[in-house]
């Protein structure tokens, strides 16, 4: 397996008593056939514990599919014949299916865009796979998240560029006890500088993308294998048509990209939808007023600690995974929170996720029900945004 990494360096506990304690527990590491997770197996290794793989297949489909299954397997097997540990394939589409792609579909013939993966977190990979996992003896569950813990708390990754909280909030403290995240408080260069200095197959290989049921697939081609979409119209503020479209649910709050209107003047975004209309609502300009607001309501609340916090509660949060953290205060009342932002916000998607931030630790998070009126609908003038705002969709 190549020489020892300075184990300690990389902020490991390598002390005789840490070492001789992870000899009695065994780990079952959740292997994908990527990078992160063949170095999550590499950490888990060579910190002692008794190591144990797992290959999730969560997606069937007809042969010939886009998905890359098998290629993954095939590279997690790799892997673990590198490492020397086993590593067991286990099927579960069908929970797949029923606890994540039947929500997807449902949202989608609502015309919503919902966002799979902090699902698949919650009910498959922490909830179906660590029972899995305790069957097979496991004291703790890791995983390639660019996460922490630390108490039952669930903290950001280090690698600001690679930090999964956001996917990850629907998590509770108790489960978090039981999982390990290794390479969360390292850089991902360092993560592919393990890879190959182990010489795992995984090294050099390009990390995934989007959902494995779509994979390589035309999403509009996918999705209308399953829903019946129904083309209607593009309109501007004012009710002009401007073109037709494909489906209120091919399109998010704040796109640009895909939408096939031309024309003079700068680009068109998609400011809101009309669902009862079948319309989507384009308006020109990354700062056209339509696209801002102040704050938001949100429902279905998770906190990582089970209780929720004091309200009124100051605290930051992001509406998108790669958005920077935001002032904001949350109130509540009833099982509805109020978020309202110390600076206009774009593209606040309903049906998204609203994740809170304390510094470091993820608090928590909620599903958007609704934007708040837009400076637009305000009759108001868009404020001037700071120069660090973040307005990528």
């Known amino acids: 397996m190549g020489d020892l990494p300075p184990l300690k360096d990389l902020g490991f506990d390598v002390s005789v008593e840490a070492m001789h304690r992870r000899a009695q527990e065994t780990v079952v590491v959740g292997m994908s056939g990527g990078v992160d997770s063949s170095v999550t197996a590499l950490l888990i290794k060579l910190l002692g514990y008794r190591t144990i793989g797992v290959f999730m297949k969560n997606w069937e489909e007809a042969e010939g599919s886009a998905c890359t299954a098998e290629a993954d397997w095939l590279d997690a097997r790799r892997v673990a014949g590198a490492l020397d540990i086993p590593v067991y394939s286990v099927n579960f589409s069908q ?23 902090i699902l698949c977190n919650r009910e498959i990979k922490f909830k179906v796979f660590s029972d899995y ?4 003896g496991a004291e703790y569950v890791a995983t390639g998240h660019y996460c922490r813990t630390e108490n039952g ?26 999982v390990l995240f ?21 090294s050099e290989k390009k990390d995934s993308t ?24 593009f309109v501007d503020l004012n009710g002009k048509v401007l073109g037709p479209h494909d489906g209120v649910c091919f399109y998010t709050h704040g796109q640009r990209k895909g939408l096939g209107v031309g024309g003079p003047g700068e680009p068109w975004f998609v400011a809101k ?15 056209h007023p339509a696209l801002y607001c102040d704050g938001l309501t949100a429902v279905e609340a998770t906190w990582i600690g089970g209780a929720a916090p004091e309200f009124p509660l100051r605290c930051k949060a992001k509406v998108r995974y790669r958005q920077q953290d935001q002032d904001c205060v949350v109130t509540r009342e009833g099982d509805v929170l109020t978020v309202l932002f110390d600076v206009p916000q774009r593209a606040v998607t309903p049906r998204q996720s609203v994740v809170f931030y304390e510094g470091e630790v993820c608090l928590g998070g909620a599903v958007i029900l ?12 868009l404020p001037t945004l700071p120069v660090a705002f973040d307005s990528n969709p």
Do not use: M, W
């Not at 996992?133 to 097979?136: F, Q």
């Not at 708390?153 to 039981?178: C, E, N, P, R």
């Open 95 to 117: 929970q797949y299916r029923d606890l994540v792609f039947a929500t997807f579909l449902s949202e989608y013939r609502a015309g919503h865009t919902p966002n799979p993966d």
């Open 133 to 136: 996992a305790k069957l097979l």
């Open 153 to 178: 708390k669930l903290l950001k990754g280090l690698d600001a560029g690679k930090d999964q909280s956001y996917f990850l909030h629907a998590i509770t403290g108790d489960v978090l006890k039981d």
């Open 182 to 202: 290794p390479v969360g408080h390292l850089p991902k260069k360092t993560v592919r500088e393990l890879a190959a200095r182990f010489e795992l197959a995984t």
């Open 210 to 233: 989007g959902v494995c049921f779509i994979g390589e697939r035309d999403f509009k081609e996918f999705l209308s294998q399953y829903i019946a979409t129904s083309k209607g119209s």
């Open 273 to 287: 939808k009309n669902i009862a209309k079948n319309e989507v609502i384009l308006v020109q300009g990354e700062q």
């Open 370 to 381: 609704e934007a708040s009126p837009s400076y637009f609908d305000l009759g108001l003038a």
